[in-house]
């Protein structure tokens, strides 16, 4: 059983047992997070079902084991023969993820 769902812009295939890291979600690790309006497609022993844009009744279940930050990226912006150079980084906000369950219509 495969499901595929779409939180912060992207999309994902799951499996039960599938870890992520997605952009940071609310909740505390340990906490079981439910997303049912976000399921793009879901195949299970029936067949498969493709939403419109979403499956009604398809939710599928995470449970949060943390949060962190990503790896520093260098922004780096220049204008040639201006002598105009700024240069900042960033840290992405994470939270890793781990599917429970994936729960069909």
Not at 31 to 59: F, Q
Request: hydrophobic content about 35%.
């Amino acid at each position: 059983m495969y499901a595929i769902i779409r939180t912060s812009g992207k999309q994902y295939r799951i499996e039960p047992g599938t870890v992520l890291e997605l952009d940071r979600l609310e909740g505390e690790p340990g906490k079981i997070l439910t997303l049912d309006g976000n399921v793009l497609l879901v195949s299970d022993d029936t067949g498969l079902k493709v939403g419109t844009p979403v499956v009604t009744g398809a939710a599928v279940d995470l449970e949060v084991m943390g949060h962190f930050r990503g790896e520093k990226l260098v922004v780096f912006k220049m204008k040639r023969r201006k002598r105009n150079r700024c240069k900042n980084g960033h840290r992405q906000e994470l939270t890793r993820v781990r599917v429970k369950d994936i729960r069909a219509a």
